[in-house]
């Protein structure tokens, strides 16, 4: 059974920083693809971020320069910093986790079967 647990969230003003986490717990994670997501109230779930085992990543274009993922093997635990946020940034912001898929790190949410329940991100202008 795969659990995810997000954390990190908050309020912020423009320009400001967060970092999220996502603890991974019964899940060999050094073997899949994981990747960050967001949605917003009345908006579809979109990708912010992915990286798979090999430490490739694949950013949206909305967050590139301004947002890092990075993965934490040893602790089974995964990052977003997120600098020079934006209030069209706000959003619940999800952590997911698939196994792997050769040769791509996928943003669409429909590669990905493992879920968080979420962190709510808001920032204000």
């Known amino acids: 059974q795969v659990q995810l647990v997000e954390s990190g969230g908050g309020s912020v003003q423009a320009g400001g920083s967060l970092r999220l986490s996502c603890a991974a717990f019964?899940?060999?994670?050094?073997?899949?693809?994981m990747g960050w997501f967001r949605q917003a109230p009345g908006k579809e779930r979109e990708g912010v971020a992915a990286?798979?085992?090999?430490?490739?990543?694949n950013y949206a274009d909305s967050v590139k320069g301004r947002f890092t993922i990075s993965q934490d093997n040893a602790k089974n635990t995964l990052h977003l910093q997120m600098n020079g946020l934006k209030p069209e940034d706000t959003a619940m912001y999800y952590c997911?986790?698939?196994?792997?898929?050769?040769?791509?790190?996928?943003?669409?949410?429909?590669?990905?079967?493992?879920w968080g329940q979420g962190t709510q991100v808001t920032v204000s202008s």
């Open positions: 997911a986790t698939n196994e792997r898929y050769p040769g791509i790190v996928p943003l669409t949410p429909d590669r990905y079967n493992y």
């Open positions: 019964g899940y060999y994670y050094s073997l899949g693809v």
């Open positions: 990286i798979d085992s090999a430490g490739i990543t």
